[in-house]
């Protein structure tokens, strides 16, 4: 497969992926202030926070209002991560690849991209619109993924489309948990409170884990969900399954065995793999949540550097 | 009853003979759609046009930023040829990519047709298309041009018409291929009632053309579509036929020349690349040999194309023959080398650096239309009766700075088809462009695309322009009696489907 045209579906998965979590970032905030003691201020602050973004925020548009936030992630053209820029770039990179995914999948891409585009000519979407725009993206990118599954051979472009959607999602669960590291309580006391737990559960449902969690087990408890979402070895967006299922992914474009590794790639992917198979949720605590997050998502930044050395910035010998 | 005041006027109507009497090989179509209100066929217009656009059946305009892909506008109401007339189209146009591919080989070759003085030498190789770095060239099996869209169109008499050869890189074939299945769906009975011919083989033909050039010894070859990339305003169709013809898409960047070969990035490292259908204008193709500031193109692949290393179709230079100059020409070179006169008319052409003919063509601007020898897509070029005074004295004065550069045909009133305007149906005057694939044999695509000029009274086609698109139906005329569709029997052969219980 030519390098570009796997760098093209790999991009094209994780730029659907990325635009359902910046909708998921969103829509858990939207959550938390409904749940919210009128007295409290609206924090839209640590959303901006968690998406390493912040200096360019402040510096475009000051304040972290709800409108200004939602405006810089949702529709802001000039920030290339909003959810329109997102599903600009995905669309992009589809129609580089048309002939070698599923007409199918560009349908669905192209589909997706007209309804936020639309949405965003619209000047301004009400609080009582807002929530179903985002479920509708979250659906739209949840679509395409399940059309990918079912319409394209599960050959070589489609393990690399998976690989970026999985290094993507791990990426954006370690970020929405680290949500609550930044959304400030109106006081130190109220740690363990209602208000603690409320925003908890906020967490949990975008990532959709609400449910999946109370299966597992049944008590909230910040330790209990971060071990959930970090650690979780069968629910789909927890960084452990995902770096699971992404190496799986990896060793079979390279046919290297499992447990082994032929290239950075496979080696980098490995041994972050590896540290979350072994480590338990007390020593997360222990160093630190918010720090430990920060340190996976540094480790996933090698991965995809990695990736793109071994697979796709191929130069000519000689 | 949509037609009842439908009036084909002064010109040649595809499908009417008169008012309110259709030509035979439409009378089928005709009825359809006089049994369908407006609104029924607007919703069907409507249909047609999403189904386009939801599979991205879209083209770029070139300097519009804005929203760069649209749909070439379509019309459901399509064009119909009689086989008959097909027939003696196919001859004719055998003839003449014949002729000029034997004239393709003599320039860059021997040159017998310049050295007899059929052709005067400086015309040749004055033109922007020849390309000197092709002469001594030897293509696989002595084809250069394999992939043709020859447009013709046909006058107020109902005569045909060539008006231009496309030997580079014609496009539109995809919205042939497109067109005919979202007409389908448009009109399934119609289809049903009668014998249209198939258009659906296109892509294998030009698998097979392709592959016929690929150089003999290695087993397995590989085939490409070389595109400049999704910003082209024909990516579409590059990523359509690489799709149809389940081969690489490539661009300029993915290819390399090592070790004498030219080879493409993969995964999994270099893999040779041994026939390339390029999609690039020649100037573009190689930055050594032809423009230094083409980023498109493959650096050194001159050198591999000319040592037969690697075929490319079409071959390069073939842009000579899209000479308007040299297009006059045709004629003679099919006397030339065939032996035979023509059997598809030129555009009666004057050559502006022929002094007679130019006071000729400067007499009579307000009558004629101006083209530049080597512009296509409807740019460069005057249409005299529409043009103002200004415009006109403008092209005068190029004309007489640049004579090689123009030639001059008299205005045709081009035949129109009729088409589907908000409450009403309107003619619309039409081209019509064949695709012709030189393999083994030459084999022409049943139809082709016709383009119809969507402005009232507009004689331009190009997409470029407002132009837009319909279905090209190539009808049996006389439809025997259909036979049934077998239909499976269900009581015998359908197993039930395992149900919940």
Same mark, same amino acid.
Request: hydrophobic share 40%.
């Given at each position: ?50 998406? @390493? ?107 690399? @489309? ?96 499992? @447990? ?57 010998? @000689? | ?29 005709? #009825? ?12 069907? +217009? ?10 991205? %059946? ?10 760069? &892909? ?51 030498? #400086? ?14 060239? *030897? ?24 008006? &231009? ?10 919205? %042939?291929? &497109? ?27 030009? !698998?097979?053309?392709? !592959? ?27 990523? $359509?036929?690489?799709?149809? =013809?389940?081969?690489?898409?490539? #661009? ?11 080879? =493409? ?10 026939? %390339? ?55 003679? =070179? ?35 239309? %101006? ?49 589907? $305007? ?17 393999? *083994? ?50 009581? +015998? ?9």
């Amino acid at each position: 497969m030519l390098s570009r045209v796997a760098h093209s579906i790999y991009w094209l998965n994780r730029y659907v992926e990325r635009a359902e979590n910046i909708a998921r970032f969103i829509d858990v905030n939207l959550n938390l202030l409904l749940d919210s003691p009128t007295v409290m201020t609206q924090q839209w602050e640590p959303i901006v926070s968690t998406t @390493g973004d912040r200096p360019l925020f402040k510096s475009r548009y000051g304040d972290a209002t709800a409108d200004n936030v939602i405006q810089f992630l949702t529709f802001d053209q000039a920030y290339p991560n909003s959810i329109l820029s997102c599903l600009t770039a995905a669309r992009e990179n589809a129609r580089s690849v048309r002939e070698v995914i599923s007409s199918e999948m560009w349908e669905q891409v192209n589909l997706f991209y007209l309804m936020v585009k639309e949405a965003s000519q619209q000047r301004h979407l009400t609080l009582t619109q807002l929530p179903s725009f985002f479920a509708e993206v979250k659906t739209a990118s949840h679509l395409f993924a399940g059309v990918m599954d079912a319409t394209m051979s599960h050959n070589e472009g489609w393990h690399f @489309g998976r690989v970026g959607r999985l290094l993507e999602r791990a990426d954006k669960t370690a970020r929405i948990l680290d949500v609550k590291y930044f959304i400030l309580l109106p006081s130190p006391s109220d740690v363990g409170t209602a208000l603690d737990e409320l925003q908890w559960i906020a967490l949990l449902k975008s990532a959709s884990g609400y449910e999946m969690y109370r299966k597992r087990q049944r008590l909230i408890s910040p330790d209990g969900i971060a071990n959930f979402l970090i650690l979780d070895r069968e629910f789909p967006r927890s960084i452990a399954y995902c770096l699971l299922q992404a190496e799986r992914s990896m060793h079979e474009i390279s046919s290297t065995t499992l @447990g082994s590794w032929n290239n950075s790639a496979e080696r980098s992917l490995g041994k972050v793999r590896s540290e979350l198979d072994f480590i338990t949720i007390e020593e997360i605590i222990q160093q630190g949540l918010h720090e430990f997050l920060d340190h996976i998502q540094t480790q996933l930044n090698c991965v995809g550097a990695s990736i793109f050395e071994t697979f796709f910035a191929l130069e000519p010998v @000689g | 009853m949509q037609f009842q005041h439908y009036d084909p006027g002064d010109f040649y109507d595809e499908l009417f003979v008169a008012k309110g009497e259709p030509r035979p090989e439409a009378a089928v179509l005709i #009825e359809r759609i006089n049994g369908l209100t407006m609104n029924e066929l607007q919703q069907r +217009q409507n249909a047609a046009q999403n189904a386009l656009f939801k599979v991205g %059946v879209t083209f770029n305009v070139y300097s519009d930023n804005e929203g760069t &892909e649209r749909i070439l506008p379509f019309d459901i109401i399509p064009r119909i040829l009689p086989l008959r007339e097909w027939e003696i189209l196919e001859k004719g146009l055998k003839q003449r990519i014949q002729a000029l591919n034997l004239f393709l080989d003599d320039i860059y070759g021997e040159q017998k047709i310049l050295k007899d003085k059929v052709i005067p030498r #400086e015309l040749v190789e004055s033109a922007t298309g020849f390309l000197k770095p092709c002469i001594g060239l *030897k293509p696989p099996q002595g084809i250069w041009c394999h992939i043709t869209g020859t447009d013709l169109v046909r006058d107020r008499s109902g005569a045909w018409y060539v008006l &231009e050869d496309n030997m580079r890189c014609p496009s539109g074939v995809s919205y %042939v291929l &497109e067109n005919r299945r979202v007409m389908k769906t448009t009109f399934p009975l119609v289809f049903n009632k009668m014998s249209i011919r198939a258009v659906d083989d296109y892509a294998s033909k030009l !698998l097979e053309t392709l !592959l016929n050039l690929a150089p003999t010894g290695f087993p397995d070859p590989t085939v490409v579509v070389l595109t400049p990339g999704i910003y082209n305003s024909a990516y579409f169709e590059h990523s $359509f036929l690489a799709q149809q =013809m389940g081969v690489e898409l490539v #661009e300029g960047r993915d290819l390399t020349i090592v070790d004498g070969y030219l080879q =493409m990035r993969t995964t999994k490292g270099l893999k040779r690349v041994d026939v %390339v259908y390029r999609r690039i204008d020649d100037d573009f193709i190689d930055p050594v040999a032809f423009r230094p500031d083409s980023l498109l193109g493959i650096p050194g692949l001159m050198e591999v194309y000319r040592a037969g290393r690697v075929a490319l179709a079409n071959a390069l230079g073939t842009g000579i023959a899209d000479d308007k100059v040299i297009y006059a020409y045709v004629p003679q =070179m099919i006397k030339y080398y065939l032996g035979e006169d023509q059997l598809l008319a030129n555009v009666p052409t004057y050559l502006c650096w022929e002094a007679d003919q130019q006071s000729h063509v400067l007499a009579n601007l307000d009558k004629l239309v %101006v083209k530049s020898a080597d512009e296509s897509g409807g740019y460069g070029m005057l249409v005299g009766p529409h043009a103002t005074q200004a415009e006109r004295e403008d092209f005068a004065g190029r004309i007489r700075a640049n004579p090689r550069k123009y030639i001059a045909q008299p205005t045709l009133n081009l035949s129109r088809v009729p088409t589907l $305007f908000e409450n009403q149906i309107d003619g619309c005057h039409v081209d019509l462009r064949p695709y012709i694939l030189y393999g *083994k044999e030459i084999y022409i695509n049943p139809g082709g695309l016709t383009r119809v000029a969507l402005k009232k009274g507009s004689l331009v086609v190009n997409s470029s322009q407002g132009g837009g698109s319909k279905d090209t139906w190539v009808v049996a005329e006389s439809v025997p009696g259909q036979s049934q569709n077998q239909s499976q029997n269900q009581s +015998q052969n359908q197993s039930q489907n395992q149900s919940q219980s």
